[in-house]
């Protein structure tokens, strides 16, 4: 069984801790008061991931990390040995989309992940899904809320631990490959 670990990053009060709620199948996935995370909190779940020809089940780490500033001199921690990041932003403010980008080069670029390593979550609130262009154009964008149209978002999110599966698979054959030569 593969294990990953998927850091969920953005700005404050972009969804982060909401949606790493209801992808780890957490009860309180809506919170009526908004509780900003302090430095990291990490979700272990265990999911079934299509690998092409069966189901199998992979063991995640969700890393749902704080927003704040403050915790910047963490990220270098949080992004430790990723295999995936989901970078959430809140569809409505410009500079979360502009915070987007700075994001995806630290979390995604400058660790050697790919775009399909890569989710952008939109989060559109109580307010309806709108039609958004990713930030950054190669990365897959999910857009909407837990509450609105959460099977689009959990259908996104198995999509986005496929192309994971595929890469650790990927990375597991080769160092077998070497391992025999």
């Known amino acids: 069984m593969f294990k990953a670990k998927v850091v969920v990053v953005g700005s404050p009060e972009s969804g982060k801790s909401v949606l790493s709620n209801f992808l780890g199948d957490q009860t309180d996935i809506s919170q009526s008061r908004y509780h900003p995370t302090v430095g990291v909190r990490v979700l272990e779940f265990e999911t ?5 020809r069966t189901f199998t089940n992979m063991d995640i780490e969700l890393w749902d990390c704080s927003g704040n ?16 990041v989901v970078i959430a932003c809140d569809a409505y403010k410009s500079s ?9 080069s630290y979390f995604v ?8 390593q890569c989710l952008i979550y939109a989060s ?10 990713s930030p950054v154009a190669s990365v897959p964008i999910m857009i909407g ?14 999509k986005f631990l496929q192309r ?17 030569s």
Do not use: H
Not at 145 to 158: G, M, P, V
Not at 170 to 177: C, I, M, P, T, W
């Open 48 to 52: 079934p991931v299509d690998n092409g």
């Open 69 to 84: 500033e403050n915790y910047e001199g963490c990220w270098p921690a949080m992004a430790y040995k990723a295999d995936g």
């Open 96 to 104: 979360d989309l502009q915070a987007v980008e700075n994001l995806y």
């Open 109 to 116: 670029a400058n660790r050697g992940l790919k775009p399909t």
């Open 124 to 133: 559109c609130k109580n307010k309806e899904a709108k039609t958004l262009k």
């Open 145 to 158: 809320s837990t509450d609105k149209n959460s099977e689009d978002l959990r259908d996104a999110f198995k």
């Open 164 to 180: 994971i599966y595929g890469k650790l698979a990927d990375s597991r054959d080769k160092e077998e490959l070497q391992m025999m």
